[in-house]
């Protein structure tokens, strides 16, 4: 989505608890954004930037707004908040598309948290004034609302039988204004994205000096605190599941996409495979790069459910009918004790069998069926394996140790360094830090392993060895705003 840029509009001068409340904002946009952030301290600031730098859409975050999408089996066709922005963009006619506000004198106004904004008619309009709190009275246009089915393009304001005074109280209302004389009516954001939209401000600062309480912090409970808003107690439920269970947390399947993976020498097969211990990524490494009878399966995970787990997997499962082995799986392993990274909230209790078989047929379709599958667990579970518990930010030094000795390794660390667990416990500058720590010390014991994974702004790393990756990290020095591709492959973690 080249043609969009995202940017981060300050809060007030004043305003508590900028730096952390910022760190949110775009560590939750990168999840589905790897391009260019801008940030200043009002609107139009922003939209000049964006219309110099020539894009066509930006994408409006006030600090404290967050994008935050729940992951949810294909099959469901549930759009995510990137894909459905991307469809409005391509589908819909708009200066503005926003949540409009009318205030006590009638006159309107745009709530500034998130707004899109069309840049080619900013432009072809002179660049107006967003339009801030006025005493003196204006001739605006008149507006009517507009109902329709959410689908598209659903709330409108339209334009109105003529003009009134009005003496404006809130901001955005000369971009209304413009856009209606335009005919072009004030398009609000349809289901499809506001689901994927939290205010984590709430409204006054006193909500937003509230929240902030919990921000970086163990969270034992907040049902009972009257004083957060809807957004931010639903913000708040995910980063409790996360940070209370994702260290006892198992991913029976991939979310990320084996797309990165590139066709490897048949002559040079793998010596070791050093991966998180997550779905089926790793069978997917091994065979698309080759191995021998002796090839060493490393497992490394901070989650030592996940590496129990697996190791049970290679002493007993055959490769057939991999949902019925997860319900014995639930029954060994049972819930709450191990985590289970579903979807949706789903639980080992409730969870929808019927989603368990159609994430198991894609993935023997990717094989080419159920046999070509088994093929391969079998010879896979006689290579020797080793589990190693690590985490990646703090102990980096207990994984390096064990691949020192490989030639020719293939290490994929999947997000280590970008999860909901460390985005809510560590600044960007301390997971920055982890990370060059990390790519500094992989280079040095191992310079020609094949890396796949995440940096710490959520970027693909892939089709690389750890001694090019890091010349060129060290040449391009890249930051939360400005994140580089180095990746043959960009897929999204």
């Known amino acids: 989505m080249d043609k969009l840029v995202f940017g981060l509009l300050h809060q007030p001068s004043g305003s508590t608890g900028n730096a ?170 349809p289901k499809a994205i506001n689901q994927g939209r939290l205010n984590l401000n709430g409204v006054g600062s006193h909500q937003a000096s509230h929240f902030q309480k919990y921000v970086g912090q163990p969270i034992n409970g907040f049902a009972d605190d009257s004083q957060l808003t809807d957004d931010q107690k639903l913000f708040l439920e995910g980063i409790i599941a996360q940070t209370r269970h994702a260290q006892r947390g198992v991913f029976l399947w991939n979310i990320e996409s084996y797309q990165d993976l590139q066709p490897a020498a048949a002559d040079q097969p793998l010596d070791a495979v050093c991966t998180v211990a997550a779905g089926f990524k790793t069978n997917r490494i091994l065979h698309q790069y080759g191995f021998t009878d002796t090839t060493r399966v490393i497992f490394f995970d901070y989650s030592r459910q996940a590496l129990n787990i697996r190791r049970q997997m290679v002493n007993e499962w055959d490769g057939e009918d991999y949902p019925s082995y997860i319900r014995h799986l639930f029954d060994t392993n049972p819930h709450p004790e191990t985590f289970y990274q579903l979807w949706q909230n789903v639980t080992p209790e409730n969870v929808d069998w019927s989603d368990m078989e159609h994430f198991w047929q894609l993935e023997l379709d990717k094989w080419g ?73 992989l280079a040095d014991h191992n310079p020609t392993a094949q890396i796949n994974g995440a940096d710490y702004n959520n970027v693909a790393v892939n089709g690389i060895t750890a001694a090019e990756y890091l010349e060129q990290f060290n040449a391009r020095p890249c930051n939360e705003l400005q994140p580089k591709q180095r990746h043959q492959i960009g897929i999204h973690f």
Not at 124 to 146: I, R, T, V, W, Y
Not at 411 to 438: D, G, K
Request: net charge negative.
């Open 369 to 441: 069926g159920a046999p070509a599958f088994k093929q391969h667990w079998q010879a896979y579970r006689q290579l020797p394996h080793q589990y190693v518990s690590c985490n990646l930010l703090t102990e980096p030094q207990r994984l390096l140790e064990q691949i020192r000795p490989y030639q020719n390794l293939y290490l994929w660390w999947s997000n280590a360094f970008f999860t909901v667990n460390s985005n809510w416990f560590y600044s960007n500058a301390e997971r920055r830090q982890m990370y060059n720590r990390w790519i500094h010390a």
């Open 20 to 189: 952390r409340l910022r760190e949110l904002t775009i560590a939750w946009s990168r999840y589905g954004y790897h391009g260019t952030i801008i940030e200043a301290d009002d609107i139009n600031q922003l939209l000049d930037q964006a219309s110099a730098a020539g894009y066509r859409y930006c994408l409006i975050q006030q600090t404290g707004h967050v994008i935050d999408e729940q992951w949810s089996p294909p099959h469901w066709n549930r759009p995510s908040f990137h894909g459905a922005l991307h469809r409005w963009m391509d589908e819909q006619d708009f200066f503005v598309t926003g949540e409009w506000v009318i205030d006590s004198n009638g006159c309107y106004g745009l709530k500034n948290d998130s707004l899109l904004i069309n840049l080619q008619y900013y432009d072809s309009f002179g660049q107006p004034e967003f339009g801030q709190p006025e005493a003196q009275s204006h001739n605006l246009m008149k507006a009517d609302q507009l109902i329709q089915p959410d689908n598209c393009p659903g709330r409108q304001l339209v334009t109105g039988d003529g003009q009134l005074q009005f003496r404006p109280e809130i901001s955005g209302w000369r971009f209304i204004d413009i856009s209606l004389r335009h005919n072009l009516p004030i398009l609000a954001f």
